[in-house]
């Protein structure tokens, strides 16, 4: 069993940038895939990005390369997002994701373990 939960959500004018954390605990999760997913309104579960917890390989999608960067602290047991050069199109809801059926896993049926998420607003 794998719990994660998520934080440091709220809302930012556009251009601006936030940290996103998501809290691990529980068994063997240093074997998991860790991903950032997330939902607006009206619309499906997309991913963001993902990296495997105990190596260094990240992948994101194309609507957020280059703006936002997926780390690991092994130590506090914590994955982070950072977002930079936010849009309004980057509202939504974020939630961090674990899977282990493979590597480089990006759909969210592969995925075993979700967070609760936390809100993100872009808006002026």
């Known amino acids: 069993q794998v719990h994660l939960v998520e934080s440091g959500g709220g809302s930012v004018q556009p251009g601006g940038s936030l940290r996103l954390s998501c809290a691990v605990s529980?068994?063997?999760?240093?074997?998991?895939?860790m991903a950032w997913f997330r939902q607006a309104p009206g619309k499906e579960r997309e991913f963001v990005g993902g990296?495997?917890?105990?190596?260094?390989?990240?992948y994101y999608a194309d609507s957020v390369k280059g703006r936002f960067k997926i780390s690991v602290d092994v130590a506090k047991n914590t994955v982070y997002l950072q977002m930079n050069s936010l849009s309004s199109e980057d509202t939504a809801v974020y939630y961090c994701?674990?899977?282990?059926?493979?590597?480089?896993?990006?759909?969210?049926?592969?995925?075993?373990?979700w967070g609760q998420g936390t809100q993100v607003i872009v808006s002026s």
């Open positions: 990296r495997s917890w105990n190596a260094g390989a990240t």
């Open positions: 529980g068994h063997s999760f240093s074997t998991y895939v």
């Open positions: 994701a674990a899977g282990s059926k493979g590597d480089r896993l990006s759909q969210p049926r592969d995925f075993d373990y």
